[in-house]
């Protein structure tokens, strides 16, 4: 029987790239590594890193671990990490871009971290794909790419031969997808205990906080969004009083405010009084009877019951996650 001795997987370094993606990443490995060695039934491969430089003003000449890249070299994975200052400067980049098609079209998963899926996308490989991005992202990348499957509450979306994480740190959800895929769930299970993380399964609509989609031109809808964020959010907000404020017919309105926001009035209203619900939760002592008083429920059983379908947790227990008192 033949085994393959190693599997190779790249992950790209470019001018203001997260280290901690890159360095945390090829950590992760070197533990499935030798989680993988101790497992005697099975002869499992290793996993081999490359930081692939596409840049010659890089100098990381002195870092023993940077591998010469070759136009001939085939990887299993190749992982985009995320710009430290929010979307790559190399999205657009056709280095970049001619790279990524040329060993996807060689059968090579390509997985994006956070922001890192907007090179991803600028690929054209994300056509009805279902894709994640960091939450304050979102909007952003799905009105760059409007093709795109976005699956905004998910903190990583395992779509085959496109992987996509969240937030900055999901690097370690990631890493364990891959280990998963590539070495087995039994390594994958044993790593994330050695390093103490959880199975990368979770939500990112746990972190996440409400960002409205304000970067459209209908300003009659703009003024609607922008008496919302003054208004008295314990007082009732009826179709009546926006209709006045925004000088549209009720109907208009309602079809308007879906094409600009992306949501209707009701669940724009509901994520708004959720998210001041999520200062309190983490910044005061206030029961959760007090909390829904106070963005505008007077039934705390109907304001948990939104609360859990808009955040994925029960009020005491995000209070209990995110706290910081």
């Known amino acids: 029987m033949t085994y393959?001795?190693?599997i190779h997987i790249g992950i790209l370094r470019y001018p203001n790239a997260q280290e901690a993606t890159i360095l945390g990443l090829r950590d992760l490995f070197i533990?499935?590594?030798?989680?993988g060695q101790t497992i005697k039934e099975q002869s499992l491969p290793q996993l081999k890193v490359s930081i692939i430089n596409l840049e010659d003003t890089i100098?990381?000449?002195?870092i023993a671990f940077l591998q010469s890249y070759t136009q001939e070299k085939c990887f299993s994975a190749l992982i985009i990490p995320p710009d430290l200052s929010g979307i790559?400067?190399?999205?657009?980049d056709d280095r970049y871009i001619k790279f990524l098609?040329?060993?996807?079209k060689k059968g090579t998963i390509l997985a994006s971290v956070c922001t890192g899926a907007f090179l991803l996308a600028n690929t054209g490989l994300l056509t009805n794909r279902h894709v994640t991005t960091h939450w304050k992202y979102g909007n952003i990348l799905k009105n760059f790419f409007p093709e795109i499957l976005l699956q905004i509450d998910k903190l990583l979306v395992d779509d085959k031969d496109i992987i996509t994480t969240s937030g900055g740190m999901c690097w370690a959800d990631m890493g364990l997808c891959l280990i998963n895929r590539l070495l087995g769930p039994t390594v994958m299970a044993e790593t994330s205990k050695m390093c103490l993380l959880q199975p990368y399964r979770r939500e990112q609509r746990h972190y996440s906080i409400f960002e409205p989609q304000m970067d459209h031109e209908d300003n009659n809808i703009l003024k609607v969004q922008r008496w919302i964020e003054t208004a008295k959010i314990k007082e009732p907000i009826t179709l009546k009083t926006?209709?006045?404020?925004?000088?549209l017919k009720i109907r208009t309105l309602q079809r308007r405010?879906?094409?600009a926001t992306?949501?209707?009035i009701t669940e724009y209203v509901q994520r708004y009084r959720v998210k001041q619900s999520q200062v309190f939760l983490q910044y005061t002592d206030m029961s959760v009877k007090q909390i829904a008083h106070n963005v505008g429920y007077n039934d705390d059983n109907a304001f948990s019951k939104v609360f859990i379908k808009i955040v994925g947790l029960k009020p005491n227990v995000y209070r209990q996650a995110f706290s910081v008192l």
């Open 4 to 6: 393959i001795q190693s």
């Open 31 to 35: 533990i499935a590594n030798q989680i």
């Open 59 to 62: 100098n990381y000449a002195d």
């Open 88 to 92: 790559p400067k190399i999205s657009t």
């Open 101 to 104: 098609r040329l060993h996807y």
């Open 242 to 247: 926006l209709s006045k404020i925004s000088k």
């Open 257 to 259: 405010f879906v094409k």
């Open 262 to 264: 992306g949501l209707n």
